[in-house]
């Protein structure tokens, strides 16, 4: 009798140990206020097909405050036995839109919607979703976002910008699932499985592949046909995992801003191919000792000048990996001197 017993015990702890992340996830308490509120977008906003079970909606490019903030992308997965949102739209008059366009094509309800990060235009969205009681997913390191003094910041400032669709009820809401490691789940005919990237963009993102369409939605990891934002990520890790990412299966890719793509390689060697230019050439000039206006005066931008968003985001992309380089370049020092005392430290500009 007691081996039945150990077996259950031995079952248990497999189970425990194969689970997703999300068991050990941390979980937030949800207000009783949400709801759709505030003004009504007017932008043209239409519900896009992917393939069988995927759809999307595409941001305009432009900075984050044009187009009644709808600059971003968000994806919806109708499976038969619900649909999965991702992203949720940079005000909640945009998500109330996509309620709409979703309830067009069908009447199953909102069970999940999994957040690729936490940046003001994929999540401000958020508040009427949880008003559908829809399960919120978001990546480990929303968490520091979201007690962040620049999300508090970004708030207030959005409330000006994008009056009247950001307002005084316009609120960050906490995931009900921080996932730490990926996630798989299955909805009716389809599985869904989220992967957790770690600091890339942002404090944390995750990307998530719908089977069987193939489809994969990558978030801020990737843009298409637009410069990327950096953020305030790791653009060291974030090439990490572009190169380590399985291209082969993909059918297409939405990006979370641009068209969705049926050439993910292409989609993500651009992305690539800009981070790998900045790293390099703002690691010259850190290694020069040149002040980051002279460094960014001499780089030859003429590749990504005529790339949608360059205004926008260039320059602060580049300061940002310099900032990066010389923080990279302060630990190769310091591993160094530890290694050599008393070789010269180079001190930050
Ligand atoms: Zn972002």
């Excluded at 980051?292 to 005066?297: K, L």
Aim: glycine share 8%; aromatic share 8%; charged share 20%.
């Amino acid at each position: 009798m007691i081996i039945p017993g150990m077996w259950r015990y031995t079952l248990l702890l497999a189970l425990m140990l194969c689970l997703p992340a999300w068991d050990a996830a941390a979980t937030q308490p949800r207000s009783a206020q949400d709801s759709p509120v505030g003004a009504l977008a007017t932008v043209d906003m239409k519900l896009r097909r992917v393939t069988d079970h995927v759809w999307y909606v595409e941001g305009a490019a432009g900075p984050a405050t044009a187009n009644q903030g709808f600059v971003s992308n968000a994806g919806v997965v109708v499976t038969g036995a619900g649909v999965v949102v991702f992203d949720a739209l940079g005000t909640p008059a945009l998500a109330r839109l996509l309620l709409e366009r979703i309830h067009e094509i069908t009447q199953q309800p909102i069970v999940r919607v999994v957040v690729s990060h936490y940046h003001a235009d994929h999540v401000y969205g958020l508040q009427v979703f949880a008003g559908q009681d829809a399960e919120i997913l978001a990546p480990a390191g929303a968490e520091i976002y979201l007690a962040s003094r620049q999300a508090r910041e970004r708030l207030l400032e959005r409330r000006k910008l994008l009056a009247p669709w950001v307002d005084d009820r316009t609120r960050l809401v906490w995931p009900d699932r921080i996932l730490k490691e990926g996630a798989q789940f299955q909805l009716g005919d389809v599985d869904f499985t989220v992967t957790v990237v770690g600091k890339a963009h942002s404090d944390g993102d995750l990307i998530m592949y719908v089977a069987p369409d193939g489809v994969l939605f990558s978030g801020d990891i990737i843009f298409d046909g637009r410069l990327p934002y950096i953020g305030n990520g790791d653009t060291k890790h974030w090439l990490e995992v572009l190169g380590r990412m399985d291209r082969e299966k993909l059918v297409a890719l939405v990006p979370g801003h641009g068209s969705v793509t049926k050439q993910p390689a292409e989609a993500i060697s651009q992305t690539r191919r800009y981070l790998t230019f900045l790293r390099a050439q703002m690691a010259q000039a850190v290694a020069r000792l040149e002040p980051f206006d002279a460094a960014y005066a001499h780089t030859d931008w003429s590749e990504y000048r005529n790339v949608p968003a360059f205004d926008e985001a260039n320059r602060r992309n580049a300061y940002q990996v310099y900032l990066e380089m010389e923080a990279e370049s302060l630990d190769g020092t310091q591993h160094n001197a530890r290694k050599q005392p008393g070789a010269p430290r180079r001190k930050a500009q």
